[in-house]
């Protein structure tokens, strides 16, 4: 794993509707993420928060289809520009949000740098619709799509190229949630899908184990998008659109561990951490260990 990390914090809540997503990424901070990735010899260049532009009200949208769609692009155009220097300087992007409109902005900024970039959706969610398909308006669910270049323009051209991602170059896992126009795309597309289902059949370590092979054979680097409510809110009540029936603590750091012996990984995203909605910071704290496990700690 690259020794230098760009930490880079974007508070944005414009892509859905619950308030307090922005400070996600304070949160992170105050858990304690810093300090635990220098505990493990990493170097952290904190590039702070990126400006986000609010609307003078959040209860209205110029477009109920694509709700902020002007101040959501406005803020992953100059995510996009900072995560593109910092990978121009050798350093690997961690993202913290936000909601997970942002992975609109980092992906832009990533997939500059590889011809066949992968990614790995870790998300109870596909984020799969458009303004055509989305039954409420809330970008939020829409980066996945946009970064395959479907959807508005506006989202799918952010620094002025797309796709950012191939759809054989995507893998989701622990979706539990799909709209209709999810399923159909991701059946059009040929997505990689584990669900719940797989994985509570096959164990994590099988579905980890096939998506880093399956990734490893058709990419030159690999992006994680990890939504923290892919975790059962048991384990991580602190977000927006909770959904019962997911990944428990010990699955989600298996994972983590599994992604870090890979050493696949050039860049990752750690959204939608609302500690408004959280107990004792607890959502935050779990971010901050499956970073631990990502980045290579180990109990022994």
């Given at each position: 794993?690259?020794?230098?990390?760009?930490?880079?914090?974007?508070?944005?809540?414009?892509?859905?509707?619950?308030?307090?997503?922005?400070?996600g990424p304070s949160a992170m901070r105050y858990a304690g993420i810093t300090e635990?990735?220098?505990?493990?010899?990493?170097?952290?260049?904190?590039?702070?928060?990126?400006?986000?532009?609010?609307?003078?009200?959040?209860?209205?949208?110029?477009?109920?289809?694509?709700?902020?769609?002007?101040?959501?692009?406005?803020?992953?155009?100059?995510?996009?520009?900072?995560?593109?220097?910092?990978?121009?300087?050798?350093?690997?992007?961690?993202?913290?949000?936000?909601?997970?409109?942002?992975?609109?902005?980092?992906?832009?900024?990533?997939?500059?740098?590889?011809?066949?970039?992968?990614?790995?959706?870790?998300?109870?969610?596909?984020?799969?619709?458009?303004?055509?398909?989305?039954?409420?308006?809330?970008?939020?669910?829409?980066?996945?799509?946009?970064?395959?270049?479907?959807?508005?323009?506006?989202?799918?051209?952010?620094?002025?190229?797309?796709?950012?991602?191939?759809?054989?170059?995507?893998?989701?896992?622990?979706?539990?949630?799909?709209?209709?126009?999810?399923?159909?795309?991701?059946?059009?597309?040929?997505?990689?899908?584990?669900?719940?289902?797989?994985?509570?059949?096959?164990?994590?370590?099988?579905?980890?184990?096939?998506?880093?092979?399956?990734?490893?054979?058709?990419?030159?680097?690999?992006?994680?998008?990890?939504?923290?409510?892919?975790?059962?809110?048991?384990?991580?009540?602190g977000v927006g659109t909770p959904v019962i029936g997911g990944l428990s603590y010990?699955?989600?750091?298996?994972?983590?561990?599994?992604?870090?012996?890979?050493?696949?990984?050039?860049?990752?995203?750690?959204?939608?951490?609302?500690?408004?909605?959280?107990?004792?910071?607890?959502?935050?704290?779990?971010?901050?260990?499956?970073?631990?496990?990502?980045?290579?700690?180990?109990?022994?």
């Amino acid at each position: 794993m690259n020794k230098q990390i760009s930490l880079i914090g974007m508070p944005m809540d414009l892509g859905q509707l619950r308030r307090g997503v922005d400070m996600g990424p304070s949160a992170m901070r105050y858990a304690g993420i810093t300090e635990q990735l220098k505990a493990l010899n990493y170097t952290i260049y904190d590039q702070g928060d990126i400006p986000v532009e609010r609307p003078d009200t959040y209860e209205t949208a110029v477009d109920e289809k694509l709700k902020h769609l002007e101040q959501i692009t406005a803020a992953n155009e100059k995510l996009a520009r900072l995560v593109d220097k910092e990978v121009e300087e050798g350093r690997f992007p961690l993202v913290l949000g936000g909601d997970h409109s942002i992975a609109i902005g980092t992906l832009a900024g990533v997939s500059k740098h590889y011809e066949n970039l992968g990614v790995i959706w870790y998300d109870a969610h596909g984020d799969l619709n458009t303004d055509k398909t989305s039954p409420s308006g809330n970008i939020h669910g829409m980066p996945l799509a946009a970064s395959l270049g479907l959807g508005a323009e506006q989202l799918t051209h952010v620094l002025d190229y797309a796709p950012k991602v191939k759809p054989e170059n995507l893998v989701i896992v622990g979706a539990r949630d799909l709209d209709p126009g999810e399923k159909s795309l991701i059946r059009e597309k040929g997505i990689k899908v584990y669900t719940m289902h797989e994985i509570d059949r096959m164990g994590m370590s099988q579905v980890m184990s096939e998506t880093i092979a399956y990734l490893k054979e058709r990419t030159d680097g690999v992006h994680l998008s990890l939504d923290l409510d892919g975790l059962d809110p048991s384990e991580a009540p602190g977000v927006g659109t909770p959904v019962i029936g997911g990944l428990s603590y010990r699955e989600s750091h298996l994972a983590m561990e599994m992604l870090a012996e890979a050493d696949i990984l050039t860049s990752a995203e750690f959204v939608e951490v609302n500690p408004i909605l959280d107990e004792k910071n607890k959502t935050a704290k779990v971010a901050v260990g499956l970073v631990g496990s990502l980045f290579g700690e180990k109990l022994k």
